[in-house]
């Protein structure tokens, strides 16, 4: 099923402008996750760090959701290997729950709750 047969099934059961204020929430985590990965990245050459990105908010039958990808080979070398400098777990523990926060806030905001 494509994103707009997963839209239309999705607009079934919610309001579009409910669906379009999970997209910006979404959107508000993945920023907070991106920009605390970008500033705890060790950085050598810089290729880690550019490789940083957020993906296009998905829209499934029952969900909207995203992904912050670090798109590079040597990321879990770096995060694990024997000399490890990790920066996704650190970043996952401490921006994850800003990152909800944020998710939170914006929905709030844009359904005017």
């Known amino acids: 099923m494509g994103r707009s047969e997963n839209l239309g099934e999705l607009r079934k059961l919610v309001r579009p402008s409910v669906i379009k204020a999970a997209v910006e929430a979404v959107k508000a985590g993945q920023a907070v996750i991106e920009q605390g990965l970008r ?3 060790p950085v050598r ?3 880690l760090k550019r490789s940083i990105h957020s993906t296009k908010v998905g829209i499934g039958k029952t969900s ?3 992904f912050v990808v670090v ?4 990321a879990l070398a770096v995060e694990f ?3 490890a400098r990790p ?7 401490i921006d994850g729950p ?3 926060a944020a998710m939170r806030s ?3 905001s844009k359904l005017g709750i």
């Open 39 to 41: 500033s705890r990245v």
């Open 45 to 47: 050459r810089g290729n």
């Open 64 to 66: 909207v959701g995203g």
């Open 71 to 74: 798109g590079t080979d040597h």
């Open 81 to 83: 290997g024997p000399h």
């Open 87 to 93: 920066f996704i777990r650190p970043t996952v523990a």
């Open 98 to 100: 800003k990152a909800e």
């Open 106 to 108: 914006k929905l709030k």
